[in-house]
């Protein structure tokens, strides 16, 4: 989530960096929010205190017989006060977590304004092949060679479906083995992970709220949406140590982990992002 102390310090220049990734936010309303909670706070400080310094008085009174009724009505009063003062401010600092939870991080520098299509090339290795035919792209190529069948995969689970088959299916399953075994060759620790999992662990890879839309939900607890069925093994493996504090002779952690990958939209609408680039099913091995 991004530093609520540089949107305070910097608040123009983060809505810049912000634009520069198509985001377009301003933030006067975030901190005047932000503002008013502070100020609660500080007035719910000051209550409190005074709570303290009456409180304080109880023991001296009894101690002399005098009647404590008022006292202890005020301190009530000044505890209703503080609880409305913390209701409230618990309430407008949800209202800023959740807005700045759904932005994305902000781009280096560097970065050029725009979508993909502004991308710069910096750097070329070798040498692009020519061809003297027209190349095919890889829908055509698993097609033709019977790798994958797309239509089949369509009427088993709809649109963004399909079925390895034959040779397809045994390269899908050695390219997993392969990078399997690469991994626990570098001494990476490898992990099956829990295909279905809680709101908190998609909140804590920060893919929630920004993307509560682009998974699949099978659960609900207290009457909101709370397990999902992961959209990467990275939801789960960056949450492992949820809530942990390690010590420093315990770091690094090398995970890894392969999982089918479920999410509801995947790619864009181009013409040419077709076949397994818009699936919402698919297989990943994942390294954090």
Not at 25 to 50: H, I, P, Q
Not at 92 to 118: C, H, M, R, S
Not at 180 to 208: R, S
Request: aromatic fraction near 10%.
């Amino acid at each position: 989530m991004l530093d609520m102390n540089r949107i305070r310090k910097e608040p123009r220049e983060v809505e810049r960096l912000l634009a520069n990734k198509g985001c377009i936010v301003n933030f006067d309303e975030t901190l005047a929010l932000d503002a008013k909670k502070r100020a609660l706070a500080t007035e719910g400080d000051a209550l409190k205190a005074k709570r303290n310094q009456l409180s304080a008085q109880v023991p001296r009174m009894k101690k002399n017989g005098e009647d404590t009724t008022a006292l202890f009505e005020e301190v009530r009063q000044i505890g209703d006060q503080i609880k409305a003062l913390d209701d409230e401010a618990e309430a407008i600092g949800k209202q800023i977590t959740d807005f700045v939870a759904g932005l994305p991080n902000l781009p280096d520098p560097d970065v050029l304004p725009g979508g993909k299509e502004n991308n710069k090339v910096l750097h070329q290795w070798g040498e692009k092949p020519v061809f003297d035919f027209e190349p095919k792209d890889h829908v055509q190529l698993a097609e033709s060679l019977h790798l994958v069948d797309y239509p089949r995969g369509a009427k088993l689970g709809g649109s963004g479906k399909w079925v390895y088959t034959g040779d397809g299916a045994r390269l899908e399953w050695a390219l997993i083995n392969y990078f399997i075994d690469t991994h626990l060759k570098d001494g990476w620790q490898f992990m099956l992970v829990p295909h279905i999992l809680n709101y908190e662990a998609g909140y804590c890879a920060g893919q929630f709220p920004k993307f509560e839309d682009s998974v699949f939900w099978v659960g609900e607890r207290e009457g909101r949406r709370d397990q999902i069925i992961l959209p990467t093994a990275e939801t789960a493996l960056v949450n492992l140590h949820r809530g942990e504090i390690l010590s420093e002779d315990e770091l690094p952690k090398k995970y890894f982990a392969y999982t089918p990958c479920y999410r509801q939209e995947a790619g864009s609408y181009r013409s040419e992002e077709r076949g397994m680039i818009r699936g919402n099913q698919f297989n990943k091995v994942e390294m954090v």
